[in-house]
């Protein structure tokens, strides 16, 4: 699938298989959207709009209300790509949320999943 036609993907059309995908392994929605408020910086009502507003992804994240700071600590492999090796950053961007969900959905640890720095012991 080429860029272009990634990013006019609606978000409508993709969150209710990010849910889909997270409840049949067992989690929660809530877990889905907690996930995607970090990374993306928009609350509950914001993605509820974003999905009644019917916008596309390359929108979605353009009026994201801020792209968390450690979203380049996410790194593996999606749809057979490293996601730290993808040069296109909305292109990007999109990958690092498909690799949340798929943590969510695999039963990943949340602060592993967003992230979370170790603290320090003193």
């Not at 609606?10 to 969150?15: L, S, V």
Request: a negative charge; one cysteine or more.
């Amino acid at each position: 699938m080429d860029s272009e036609r990634v990013f006019r993907l609606k978000f409508a059309g993709i969150y209710p298989l990010y849910v889909e995908k997270v409840e049949r392994k067992e989690h929660t929605r809530a877990e889905l959207d907690e996930v995607l408020t970090w990374l993306t910086g928009y609350d509950d009502a914001g993605l509820e709009k974003a999905i009644t507003d019917d916008v596309d992804l390359r929108t979605f994240f353009a009026e994201a209300p801020g792209m968390n700071p450690n979203a380049s600590l996410i790194t593996g492999v999606i749809c057979g790509m490293r996601v730290e090796h993808i040069e296109d950053p909305l292109m990007q961007q999109i990958r690092w949320m498909d690799k949340l969900v798929d943590e969510v959905a695999r039963g990943k640890r949340m602060t592993s999943i967003l992230r979370t720095p170790a603290t320090a012991k003193t």
